[in-house]
């Protein structure tokens, strides 16, 4: 619900901002001209959340949102873009190893074996690193997920990093670390937060390790109704 007059006028121009001449769900990561529409989408959707809380008490912490760089991060990766040293394929292999010991699915312990190999391996080779980083991704993402690396449902804003393992990782390996940061009070977006948390997921088909369907459909079911406003007064919808 907006506020009435006579404020109505900016929420319009609100609105309007986001009034893009695509689909939403045609955005993508991987589109330049896209980048900037789709975090403020995002932003508008963190600050619309705490916005529509009854509890007067609780307002969006611009100030904080200021003090840091953001940028729009993949909830699930499943490219390895920028990792082209030694160090960073290790750390990755090292963070994603605690993953596959996490899931109890029959995980071939041949790939964690392999894993350990690699690791300790003073020469690994960009060939070896990239075939286990494709078994590690075929087991930690659900089938078809792929098809989405890019778009809406599968991007969040977090703090800008220089880690390109951590940034170039799956999603319960980023989950990880936001629980981390939480711990320590870091400032996370809500949503941000509310999504590592499956927060939006029914949980009949909450999959505590993976980002799939049933966690995209969540997400932008979500952000229609946080949006709903907005999106009549432009006549539009975040599909599904």
Not at 73 to 90: C, D, P, T, Y
Not at 92 to 101: I, K
Not at 132 to 138: S, Y
Not at 204 to 217: C, I, L, T
């Amino acid at each position: 619900m907006l506020p009435k007059q006579p404020f109505k006028i900016h929420w319009t121009l609100i609105a309007e901002s986001i009034n893009f001449r695509k689909d939403y769900l045609d955005l993508g990561y991987d589109n330049k001209t896209d980048y900037g529409l789709i975090e403020k989408l995002l932003l508008l959707f963190n600050i619309e959340t705490i916005r529509q809380k009854s509890d007067e008490t609780m307002r969006f912490p611009f100030d904080k949102h200021k003090q840091e760089d953001w940028s729009l991060e993949h909830i699930h990766a499943q490219q390895s873009q920028g990792l082209n040293k030694r160090e960073q394929w290790v750390e990755w292999l090292s963070l994603h190893r605690n993953s596959l010991m996490s899931i109890d699915n029959g995980t071939d312990k041949d790939l964690i074996q392999d894993i350990d190999e690699a690791v300790k391996d003073e020469h690994l080779k960009g060939d070896t690193f990239s075939a286990l980083f494709d078994r590690v991704i075929n087991i930690l993402s659900e089938d078809g997920s792929i098809d989405y690396t890019h778009s809406l449902s599968n991007l969040a804003l977090l703090k800008q990093s220089d880690n390109s393992a951590l940034n170039n990782s799956t999603f319960d390996v980023k989950r990880n670390k936001i629980l981390e940061m939480d711990k320590t009070s870091d400032y996370i977006p809500v949503c941000t937060r509310r999504v590592f948390l499956k927060y939006y997921t029914p949980s009949e088909s909450n999959q505590v390790h993976f980002w799939g369907k049933a966690d995209r459909d969540g997400v932008i079911s979500e952000m229609n109704t946080v949006l709903r406003a907005y999106l009549t007064l432009i006549q539009k919808e975040i599909k599904l």
